[in-house]
């Protein structure tokens, strides 16, 4: 009789119902973790666990933040400059020409706060491959940041590993760093806010979408190897509340490793320009997890992986571990058959390692009503056979309670009135200076002098004006702006006309450049979904932008939501970080934000109420 | 005067680009059978008057909280 | 004819495409070289652009120097026949395959350094710099996190005693840079390495000034000239 | 399988900013008495088969030409 494997399979699970698993552990509650069993009709094996435990997490599966971020399609303005809207890895918006750019922030709020260094970069790198992954060329980032107080000693610790971190790996990409902002406030102090913008450049012919069609197609994992990295970080980091216990089981922090990823984005754009693959996907937060239920869901339904076949950094990897390996600088794409030789050909011209593991496969009509079918092998054992739809697309929706919090009014009365206010001329330029000199006001410049914003030769405008703009290719003079702002006290003032007021500010400092807004992408920054208060300030901010966005005509093209931003109980200040794209026919009509040389006799104006 | 030295090197789980370079490299100028390289950093800590358990106590506290970082660091102290 | 210049892509160059444009803008054909391939492609000259070759986790430019292309690169070079400029990590990659003495350690600072740095540019009868006056000053970006230039004081008196010394920084060196070196030339003349970024001055719309483009025109002229260059006052 | 280690220090008489700034810091954290601090590389290459001779002549060769930059660095090998 052959010997039982010594890993679960699916054999296994349908032989052993009652085996009790830690579904709590990793973040599932316990009626998520009937439905896998009624999806599957029987208990999950511990692969399968692990791959609808971090897709169902809050970070993946947007599962409280659906309902309300359903507003941003249902209200968005007519726009002829949408080409591909949200849910995709990032919206793509027509800049005329046959030119479309492709832009989104994401944030890395918490593996920041772990190892700010790492945590800052590995969060530029990732946003940095999902515009790569809409087949776009990477051409300017930016960062919006958030900490405690200047002078708190964690502060010390967390600002400049950030910096560090951003700065480490954008100049190392190459990638100008066009503009941000930098915050401070104490409710930062154990839950700084690191949010990376990246925007990328196409032809509209070239857009990549991710999804496997094509029976018989390859999937091909291309880029680093396989360790422990953030295992368990995108349910447990991203999803559970950060405190002093999480503090404590560190997990396994990801490195990123930006000359890796500058090689796989050359790599890549030569791929698409030989037209070498026909679905892409990068792999972040539940790597191969995400990208195998996401690719399989979007073609025909039907994957098979050996898993085996994953290239490990580390060989002591279980399967549930690179399922769940947060890797950095890798990415997934199905190629044809006869394309194969050529692709990997390519890879290896960028020194970079391809492994096929696995082909795309038909299903029967009954499977595709299902959801598909995903099967993956390891060590010649099925431990995966699942429908990849209900893991990626028919996630987990929740209507979370929310209420206005009583303390709302209290808050709002008491307002400016009450300070008192400077009664002689020392005393008002006391708190002028104080004002100019605060660390959220004063020149950054300690911390935008780390960033290149050169490299590429085509930044119009960067740090220190209000948006930031690129010319989007050598030959002609079109252009993009864009800016980011955010303001944590507003919103959780009013976190309606708080989200508008971000909104609108970056629609100005785009507006200023003399560039024309055209879409937007956004990064809510969050407390925990599961207290009313906070699910009140969400729902207030999302509908105050979707209303924002439908009056201005700008429509939403994509973006992220983070949750758990608190120390303790205590969340932060809701964070809305609003970042408007606009364009510019010619970028030589660009204003900046100086009055300019010889203009001695010029009149100001005031514009506004 | 005495002298530490204190060697911080990365966590084996921890991804070493560096280390994966060198190896790359090693293998294009034609020095064969390197199989792994891991680069770390040392540090020569010169320390005032004599060292006794306070100090070297004092030295440890300083390589844990300046100069490895424990979250993806490992280091080790030696007297010379 | 069109002068053609050389552009070295090492894996982890990032400057590549802008000092091909800047070759481009200033009437030359940029000509595109791998660093894979030991072939210059009978350039007339070569660029070795700014960027993180191989990552420069061990050292800046360790790792580019043993690269083919350098194979046919160093002796070309070093004979004094074929023009090449190094910026920023291609600086430091000149230094590591002892083109030029000296070698570039980390800012003082500790930190990278990006800002729209003054140079004044001292000796002008390089390749590279020929058409600027001497003691010109110049605005040009500096961008970097390895850019103190270090060597040996002896090396040092003797960069300045033959006039090698290409430009230095206007005030005190940002980066801690000996003697406020910011670039030097061989002992022909013809191999500059220089830290800050002539490529990224090249049009008023992206840079803080042209002033860039005089190392790229200067290049036109030595070749138009034929002449061999010297370096300073020998 | 053989591991040498190379560990590789700035010249005494290049700046080490990175050294004074951890000097610094050591001042302000309360570290008394750390007189002076310099900070170097530490690399662990790992070689397939026997250490013999010629071997270890290979790695001194790799550390001359790639690890270390003898303009400004000095190294030492130690066989673990
Ligand atoms: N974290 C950052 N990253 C990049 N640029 C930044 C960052 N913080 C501030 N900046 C840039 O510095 C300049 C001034 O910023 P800020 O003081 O926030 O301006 P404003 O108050 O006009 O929005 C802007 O050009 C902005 O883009």
Known sequence: MPEEPRFDTVAKAESTPDTPQPFAELGMKEDEYDRVRDILGRRPTSAELAIYSVMWSEHCSYKSSKVHLRQFGEKAPESDALLVGMGENAGVVDVGDGYAVTFKIESHNHPSYVEPHQGAATGVGGIVRDILTMGARPVAVMDALRFGPADAPDTRRVLPGVVSGISFYGNCLGLPNIGGEIGFDAGYAGNPLVNALCVGVMRHEDIKLAQAPGPGNKVVLFGATTGPDGIGGASVLASATFDEESHAKRPSVQVGDPFLEKLLIECSLELFAKDLVVGIQDLGAAGVSCATTELAAGGTGGMRIELDRVPLRDPRLTPEEILMSESQERMMAIVAPDRLDEFMATCAKWDILASVIGEVTDVTPEEAERGGRLVMTWRGETIVDMPPRTASDEGPVYERPYARPAEQDDLQADDAARLERPRTDAELREQALRLLGAPGIADPSWVTSQYDRYVLGNTVLATPHDGGMIRITDEGDRGVALATDGNGRYTRLDPYTGTQLAYAEAYRNVAVTGARPLAVTNCLNFGSPEDPAVMWQFAESTRGLADACRQLGTPVTGGNVSFYNQTGSTAINPTPVIGVLGVIDDVNQRLTSAFGRDLEGARVFLLGE | ?80 | MTARVGVVTFPGSLDDRDAARAVRISGAEPVSLWHGDADLKGVDAVVLPGGFSYGDYLRCGAIARFAPIMSELVPAARSGALPVLGICNGFQILCESHLLPGALTRNSSRHFICRDQTLRIEATTTAWTNGYAPGQEVVIPLKSGEGSYVAEAATLDELERDGRIVARYVGTAPNGSQRGIAGITNEHGNVVGLMPHPEHAVEALTGPSVDGLGFFTSLLSHLASGSPVGAGAR
């Open chain 2, 1 to 80: 005067m005495a002298r530490v030295v204190v060697d911080v090197m990365l966590k084996p789980e921890i991804l070493d680009p560096q280390g994966q370079a060198i190896v790359g490299a090693c293998g294009r100028l034609g020095f064969e059978g390197v199989t792994q390289v891991r680069q770390g950093k040392r540090f020569e800590v010169e320390i005032e008057g004599e060292l006794d358990d306070a100090r070297l106590a004092d030295v440890r506290r300083l390589a844990e909280t300046l100069l490895a970082n424990p979250v993806i660091e490992d280091f080790e102290l030696r007297v010379e």
